[in-house]
């Protein structure tokens, strides 16, 4: 008999063989989050209501004990890398195209501060921990024509935390472990090709860019 365990991560059933006192768990995978996520979008169109209840999926999936063995090649070199797990044709904001994928951060890399255009982010730390930096433009009262580009928060995410970033949000990402980082990100439509902008604090400059990778340094 399979019931589902409201005391277990969503999606997690038990299957009992032999009694109550042999239930064993049946695990989360990465296709089932994947499905999961598919719906979200099915389910509702508001970005900060889309990005919430895939945050949840993504906390049940790396509460799993390595819950993507042999679903990652991570490479061994290179200062940032990255590896596609589900890029979805059908669904996704503000239109189609979501995307799964893991991150993989060296040791002391770090990216400049930048935004995602339209698109949200959810970062859920695999190995590792990363610091995120969020920034914002603050007007000085009664200078409502000198934006200042300005640090608003600083946190370190260890595995299994999550975080976003809204629409518009900016923000920049660094490897906080001595060790190389994995931080699977769900985007709600492939940053490849979109535009947006990358940002310096120390001159409130902005370019455009449509990279999904940094833009070499200045
Ligand atoms: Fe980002």
């Not at 790396?62 to 819950?67: R, T």
């Not at 949200?120 to 610091?131: A, E, P, T």
């Amino acid at each position: 008999m399979m019931m589902y365990c409201a005391k277990l991560p969503r999606l997690a059933y038990v299957t009992f063989t032999g009694g109550p006192k042999m239930a064993q768990a049946k695990v989360y995978t990465l296709d089932e989050f994947v499905q999961d996520v598919g719906q979200v979008f099915s389910d509702h169109n508001d970005p900060r209501a889309q990005a919430q209840k895939v945050s949840k999926h993504l906390s049940g999936l790396l509460k799993v004990p390595d819950s993507l063995e042999g679903r990652l090649d991570p490479p061994t070199d290179g200062e940032f890398t990255m590896q596609n797990l589900h890029l979805d044709k059908d669904r996704g904001h503000p239109s189609p195209g979501f995307l799964v994928m893991v991150s993989t951060l060296a040791a002391g890399w770090g990216n400049v501060p930048h935004d995602h255009g339209t698109i949200w982010v959810v970062y859920g730390v695999y190995k590792g921990s990363i610091q995120q930096t969020k920034y914002q433009w603050v007007y000085p009262e009664g200078e409502w024509t000198a934006p200042q580009f300005t640090v608003i928060q600083k946190f370190i995410q260890k595995p299994g935390e999550i975080s976003f970033f809204l629409p518009g949000e900016i923000h920049d990402t660094s490897n906080a472990s001595t060790e190389r980082s994995l931080v699977v990100r769900v985007e709600s439509r492939s940053l490849e090709g979109h535009w947006r902008h990358m940002y310096n604090l120390e001159n409130n400059a902005a370019v455009a860019s449509t990279s999904a990778a940094p833009p070499p340094a200045e």
